[in-house]
Structure formats: structure tokens, C-alpha cells
T-cell receptor
């Protein structure tokens, strides 16, 4: 029972480089989310997808793009990384009527 | 504008005593509240929730209290155990919306 799987776990990028963070869930959940966690800021929503084929901006979407490839997978792309995007990124999934989100273990990203 | 606030960044409690973590919110449309627990290098895990139609929910050593008039909720852990040392996030959502708004977190340290 894997739940939510994120790859990679760690990544160092140079300013201006691009990368995609991958997320997959095996619980048949409709909704998926990308959050970032920064010291003193808590968890802030970047993008979410209420169902396959739909995506919407969250609180801090600038500098990011997402793709809901299918029901299982929701990827987050940084087109041109900036030091302000240094953070820990969490993917989560949920289903209406089921308590709470299931989170992945996170991706620690450093942009130098 | 932080809609969910945890004003105590950290809290230390002796093992066996009660831990009380507090959370305030400003959005009167929130109708469901959750607490998550996070260990280092792991994703947050769901702990306990409460609907706005209740003022208390209990699950073993964990009890959440909701005071709607004060827009305040609290998590009580009794008795506190060393394994409870973690960061605790409160979260809220409004009716019919699966998106969660998280607080900034409180780091709880249980002293043996």
C-alpha cells in the first residue's frame, strides 16, 4: 500500500534550470494537490486538481506549472528555477467524504 | 493574509502532562477543521478532525475543541508521550471544498 509517491526526494538546481517533480497515488483519489513548506509559513497551496483533466491555481502559483496526466499522476514543473523556490514540496491526494489528505514524503529542493 | 494562525511556533511539555496546541482562524466560511502531525523528513499525517456542528471530538489521547464564536480551536494530548514530539499543523476548509488552508505549525517537544 504505497499511498502517495513523490520523486525525487532531493534535488539541487542552478538558477534558471528547469525540472519536474513527479507525484503518483494508488488510492483512486479524484483530487490531488501540490504544497510547499517554508519555515514560519506553514504549508501553502501551489496548485490543485479536483479531477482528471482539471487544474486550478492555489495561493502561490507563480513560477510553477502543473499537469494532471491521468487520475494517478500530478506533476509540478519549474520552468526557470529561482532561489525563492528553495523549499520542501509535498504532493497530496484526497477524496470527498474521506477525512483528510494523504501526503507524500516530500521533495527537498534547493536552488543555488 | 493568514486565515489560519498558530501563534506558538514551539511548545515543550513534560512527559505525562497535558499538551495544548492552539489555532485561530479568521474565515467564517470554514466549517471543517483538521489537525496533522509531521515528523522530520516525512509528510504530514492526519490526526483528528472536527465539524463546525460539534464543539468537541475525542480519539484516544487526542481531543480537539472548537469555539466557533471565538474562531478558535485547540488540540489536547493527554498524557503526552515522547513519540508525540513533532510539528503539528491545524487546517481548515469551507463547505463543499476539498482545499485545505494550513496554519504555520507548532513544534511540540515532549521532555522525558
Amino acid at each position: 500500500n504505497a499511498g502517495v509517491t513523490q520523486t525525487p526526494k532531493f534535488q539541487v538546481l542552478k538558477t534558471g534550470q528547469s525540472m519536474t517533480l513527479q507525484c503518483a497515488q494508488d488510492m483512486n483519489h479524484n483530487s490531488m494537490y501540490w504544497y510547499r513548506q517554508d519555515p514560519g509559513m506553514g504549508l501553502r497551496l501551489i496548485y490543485y486538481s479536483a479531477s482528471e483533466g482539471t487544474t486550478d491555481k492555489g495561493e502561490v502559483p507563480n513560477g510553477y506549472n502543473v499537469s494532471r496526466l491521468n487520475k494517478r499522476e500530478f506533476s509540478l514543473r519549474l520552468e526557470s528555477a529561482a532561489p525563492s523556490q528553495t523549499s520542501v514540496y509535498f504532493c497530496a491526494s484526497s477524496e470527498l467524504g474521506v477525512d483528510g489528505y494523504t501526503f507524500g514524503s516530500g521533495t527537498r529542493l534547493t536552488v543555488v | 493574509d493568514q486565515q489560519v494562525k498558530q501563534n506558538s511556533p514551539s511548545l515543550s511539555v513534560q512527559e505525562g502532562r497535558i499538551s495544548i496546541l492552539n489555532c485561530d482562524y479568521t474565515n467564517s466560511m470554514f466549517d471543517y477543521f483538521l489537525w496533522y502531525k509531521k515528523y522530520p523528513a516525512e509528510g504530514p499525517t492526519f490526526l483528528i478532525s472536527i465539524s463546525s456542528i460539534k464543539d468537541k471530538n475525542e480519539d484516544g489521547r487526542f481531543t480537539v475543541f472548537l469555539n466557533k464564536s471565538a474562531k478558535h480551536l485547540s488540540l489536547h494530548i493527554v498524557p503526552s508521550q515522547p513519540g508525540d514530539s513533532a510539528v503539528y499543523f491545524c487546517a481548515a476548509r469551507d463547505f463543499g471544498n476539498e482545499k485545505l488552508t494550513f496554519g504555520t505549525g507548532t513544534r511540540l517537544t515532549i521532555i522525558p
